[in-house]
């Protein structure tokens, strides 16, 4: 479904992914864990056309969308969740959702999106005409998920969904994350630095260093690798 292929992405003169190639399958959870710094966001921001690769290419079903805009590319059915969630505080739930259905043309499938939406986070159902600023922590994380899944992704980015977020509320993202692709067959890409929650939900895993793929493999493997358990797990 998505293939990176040599990806480069350039800030100015500053090169910040240098090269990197990976392939995600129709239905899989795939991740990308690795510090602050290591490119994950940045080559999500690509995918999403929201940078524009300095070079390789980025394909999408066969289609290379390197070029593309972004919302030519949430109308090819990507959608992105952004890192530090991104809403829009004086909005209303609601009404944050319903910016996510801009590029739908129909307006009674927000309908039936909306729904979706409310029956993955019934918080936001019970808080939809409240201001979006007015929710905890957690709760704008899943309006950023709900909103991303209002235009009816076959493929979700998520940025760091775990951020900021107490271990209780991470585990109902994790599991929201997997009904979604489990019963609506969303394909997923992760990026994460609780690798943990990473591991623990995904079918493949990427290791992100300086800009470059370290690792990779079925994600109970990588977390089993020497590096992967003394850098990124803290255990000998």
Not at 19 to 27: F, T
Not at 28 to 50: D, F, P, R
Not at 208 to 216: A, F, H, P, T
Request: proline share 4%; with cysteine.
């Amino acid at each position: 479904m998505l293939e990176l292929n040599d990806l480069r992405v350039a800030y100015g003169r500053v090169e910040v992914v240098h090269g990197i190639s990976l392939s995600i399958g129709q239905g899989e959870i795939a991740c990308c864990v690795g510090s602050n710094g290591a490119g994950k966001t940045s080559t999500l921001k690509a995918i999403s056309g929201l940078v524009r690769p300095s070079g390789g290419k980025v394909l999408f079903d066969g289609r290379d969308i390197s070029r593309l805009s972004p919302h030519e590319i949430v109308r090819l059915g990507i959608s992105h969740v952004p890192e530090g969630r991104r809403i829009f505080k004086d909005l209303t739930v609601r009404e944050n959702l319903r910016m996510g259905a801009y590029s739908r043309c129909i307006d009674p499938s927000f309908d039936a999106a909306i729904d979706r939406v409310y029956a993955y986070f019934p918080r936001l159902r019970e808080r939809q005409k409240q201001p979006a600023g007015t929710l905890s922590g957690g709760e704008q994380q899943m309006l950023s998920i709900g909103r991303a899944l209002i235009s009816g992704p076959r493929l979700l980015l998520v940025d760091e969904p775990s951020f900021g977020l107490a271990p209780l509320i991470i585990e109902e993202i994790a599991r929201i994350l997997e009904d979604i692709n489990s019963s609506e067959g969303v394909t997923v890409f992760l990026v994460e630095q609780n690798v943990n929650m990473a591991f623990a939900i995904s079918d493949h895993t990427w290791v992100m260093e300086n800009g470059e793929i370290v690792l990779s493999g079925e994600s109970q493997q990588v977390a089993e690798d020497p590096h992967v358990r003394h850098a990124y797990l803290g255990l000998a």
